[in-house]
């Protein structure tokens, strides 16, 4: 026999608030079952002679929600099996992850009615309709929103908060976003919020699966803490008409500069080792980002959501290995592969085509890296580090022996052979030759504030002198 499952929502648990066609559909059930029996409406229930069969011990016998979910739904579907019209009661069909469950879950061939009815979630809201500005109203379980995510410029209705553990969780969650004093407002059994300061959420003397949380939309004027959303609303207002004279003209050229700048100072601040200054200098980058896709959406070239897409979509694409079946035993492995659909993607069949792939517009050293990463396609370029290093020493040495005369093309390769040894090596010759002007700058400053120390002047120095002393002053400042 086919199995036809019932299911209903049985609200705050005031049986005026039942509509005809979910008390019908109780009052018809051969099996009725409910997630939990610590409801008020079993009240009514045993008033009205209704028998029902609980699924509370599932609660004692699971340790995570997932796992509790999981097999309420199994067993409600092991139940129903064979049974004479059986109705599963939630108290809100729309929020239950159960009710997920049951569908993901459902046997061949079994069936499935949902009663439409009034949840605890409208009750909830109707009662503190004042507290929040009209517009949507998300609503989502505690568990939930804990792997998802939270926009404090919507209106969220958090629902089945129903330990103690989970309200300090949720706490910590929120903190991310919301100041400590922040309003929420706590909804419990009779439906009446109570204005509850953030902080506060997990010191309550109850918490159950009616005990729900009103968190209203706070524009980003009046918050200290932002999302991605607010960075574009900002940008947004910036370009308007009555916005920011400079942020208006800007143009994807003129705003190169910055990129370059925001891009380097990011990466001095990560030398640094500052948390907060490398979060300081990554949102200067990230704000040139959302700038670009501003103008982009202006001129209507492309969004933030093109911007953020052709990166999810490349991302999925490169890791077959982390998003498909396809298994790899090393980095090297991984990093072949990424060439090779790289590769596909450009349509390039050779080496020689992927390198033609690189843009002669790069910075040189930036234009060496990236062609030594696309030669290492070739088995031959992946050669021990000690063989370029030769190299290199030939180089040198045929300078020294040619007194001095030195072909363009001999520099070049001598630059070249120092970008691939530091590739073979894992190291990016753009940030090296970064930092060593950088320390070579701090090396010549100190050694003038320090020339004291020999009886030559800085400026009488001999070039190998001048060196010693550099490396001398260079240890101290590292």
């Not at 599963?88 to 729309?94: F, I, K, M, R, S």
């Not at 949507?136 to 404090?152: G, H, M, Q």
């Not at 004291?452 to 001048?466: A, I, Q």
Request: hydrophobic share 40%.
């Amino acid at each position: 026999m086919k199995t036809r499952l019932t299911i209903v929502s049985i609200g705050p648990g005031d049986p005026a608030l039942l509509n005809s066609a979910t008390a019908d559909a109780i009052r018809a059930a051969g099996l009725l079952l409910l997630r939990t029996d610590h409801h008020p409406l079993v009240s009514w229930l045993g008033e009205q002679n209704i028998a029902w069969t609980s699924l509370d011990d599932a609660y004692e016998q699971c340790e995570d929600f997932d796992t509790l979910s999981a097999q309420i739904a199994d067993r409600v579907w092991s139940l129903a099996s064979g049974a004479k019209h059986p109705v599963y009661a939630v108290p809100d069909l729309l929020t239950d992850h159960t009710v997920d469950l049951l569908y993901a879950r459902r046997p061949e061939g079994a069936e499935i009615t949902v009663i439409p009815g009034f949840s605890y979630a409208d009750f909830y809201l109707s009662r503190c309709r004042g507290v929040f500005p009209a517009g949507n109203v998300r609503i989502v379980s505690a568990t939930e929103l804990l792997t998802s995510f939270y926009d404090p410029g919507e209106t969220v209705l958090v629902t089945e908060i129903d330990r103690e553990i989970l309200a300090g969780d949720l706490k910590v969650f929120l903190s991310a976003l919301l100041d400590d004093e922040a309003d929420t407002w706590l909804l419990q059994e009779s439906g009446n919020p109570k204005k509850l300061p953030l902080f506060e959420l997990d010191r309550q003397k109850k918490y159950d699966h009616m005990t729900a949380l009103l968190l209203p939309a706070v524009d980003f004027m009046h918050r200290s803490r932002y999302t991605m959303r607010d960075l574009q609303a900002i940008m947004e207002r910036l370009r308007a008409p009555d916005g920011c004279p400079w942020d208006k003209i800007q143009t994807h050229e003129s705003l190169q500069p910055y990129m370059v700048e925001e891009a380097w100072e990011s990466v001095i601040a990560m030398d640094e080792g500052d948390p907060d200054h490398m979060a300081d200098e990554l949102g200067d980058l990230l704000f040139q980002i959302v700038f670009h896709a501003s103008i982009g959406k202006a001129f209507d070239e492309f969004t933030m959501d093109d911007v953020i897409s052709h990166i999810c979509a490349k991302m999925i694409q490169r890791h077959p290995h982390v998003f498909g079946s396809a298994h790899f035993g090393s980095s090297q492995e991984v990093a072949d592969q990424w060439e090779t659909i790289k590769r596909a993607e450009t349509g390039s069949k050779t080496v020689s085509e992927s390198l033609n792939d690189v843009s002669p517009a790069l910075p040189s050293l930036k234009y060496a890296i990236k062609v030594n990463k696309k030669a290492m396609q070739q088995p031959a370029w992946r050669c021990d580090p000690e063989a370029p290093a030769e190299r290199i020493r030939d180089l040198a040495e045929g300078f020294a022996a040619s007194g001095g005369a030195f072909s363009d093309e001999n520099m070049g390769s001598l630059l070249f052979l120092c970008t691939y040894l530091c590739h073979l090596k894992g190291r990016d010759a753009e940030i090296i030759l970064h930092k060593t002007v950088d320390r070579f700058k701090k090396s010549f400053a100190s050694l003038e504030k320090k020339g004291f120390f020999t009886e030559k002047s800085p400026e009488s120095l001999t070039f190998p002198e001048l060196c010693v002393y550099l490396k001398h002053v260079g240890e101290e400042i590292e």
